[in-house]
Nanobody, 122 residues
Framework: QLQLVESGGGLVQPGGSLRVSCTGS????????MGWFRRAPGKEREGVSC???????NYADSVRGRFTISRDNAKNTVYLQMNSLKPEDTAVYYC????????????????WGQGTQVTVSS
């Protein structure tokens, strides 16, 4: 069974940092493009960042320069390092796997995690 499990969410103050992780089981993440998405209350799901099978990255304009996506193939894990967090970053963050490199189109992702809550508030 293909499964993704996110972890590392929590409450952080504005300007703070947080790293969320996504670990795969039942398949090798190295062979897939990986993406992070988020859904804030009352808003549509938004593509945040993706990393290709060869390490190329892409970011939404709203997070570029603040967030960094990376992967550790030995741990079968993908990370999203979030710095300079803002209240508008508050959302449930989901990771997902795709066979298509370089896209933030959610419909092209076939395996999804259950999400982890990130709350940015003082």
């Amino acid at each position: 069974q293909l499964q993704l499990v996110e972890s590392g969410g929590g409450l952080v103050q504005p300007g703070g940092s947080l790293r969320v992780s996504c670990t795969g089981s039942g398949f090798t993440l190295e062979n897939y493009a990986m993406g992070w998405f988020r859904r804030a209350p009352g808003k549509e799901r938004e593509g945040v960042s993706c990393i290709s099978t060869i390490g190329g990255t892409n970011y939404a304009d709203s997070v570029r320069g603040r967030f960094t996506i990376s992967r550790d193939n030995a741990k079968n894990t993908v990370y999203l390092q979030m710095n300079s967090l803002k209240p508008e970053d508050t959302a449930v963050y989901y990771c997902a796997a795709s066979t298509v490199d370089g896209t933030l189109r959610a419909s092209l992702y076939s395996v999804w995690g259950q999400g982890t809550q990130v709350t940015v508030s003082s």
